[in-house]
Nanobody, 126 residues
Framework: VQLQASGGGLVQAGGSLRLSCAASGRTSGPYTVAWFRQAPGKEREFVAATRWSGGITRYADSAKGRFTITRDNAKNTVYLQMNSLKPEDTADYYC????????????????????WGQGTLVTVSS
């Protein structure tokens, strides 16, 4: 499985960005895709996750109400719509995947995901 993240950029506080994570290779069967982020000098943290089959999503508290994770099965792509961005959202954003339907309690653990894309940088200016 290969993951390609894109969509990062520079935006002012209060603005929006949509990140994309395109998957290739084996993409059939049970699947969970997540977004994590890592700010300079900080540990990687969970942002949001969704099952490929739909119906189950999980968000970090920092993302609830502002970010939305969706998927387009036909395009093998998962999106992260980020609204009302804040300077503290500045980070490299990574998408990750695992060939399992994770329960919500496990979705936030980075060690559950063997496949990772490269980061896409999001910079929010104040």
């Amino acid at each position: 499985v290969q993951l390609q993240a894109s969509g990062g950029g520079l935006v002012q506080a209060g603005g929006s960005l949509r990140l994309s994570c395109a998957a290739s290779g084996r993409t059939s069967g049970p699947y969970t895709v997540a977004w994590f982020r890592q700010a300079p000098g900080k540990e990687r943290e969970f942002v949001a996750a969704t099952r490929w089959s739909g119906g189950i999503t999980r968000y970090a508290d920092s993302a609830k109400g502002r970010f939305t994770i969706t998927r387009d099965n036909a395009k093998n792509t998962v999106y992260l719509q980020m609204n009302s961005l804040k300077p503290e959202d500045t980070a490299d954003y990574y998408c990750a995947a695992v060939e399992l339907n994770l329960i919500t309690g496990s979705m936030g653990s980075s060690n559950r995901y063997p496949y990772w894309g490269q980061g896409t940088l999001v910079t929010v200016s104040s």
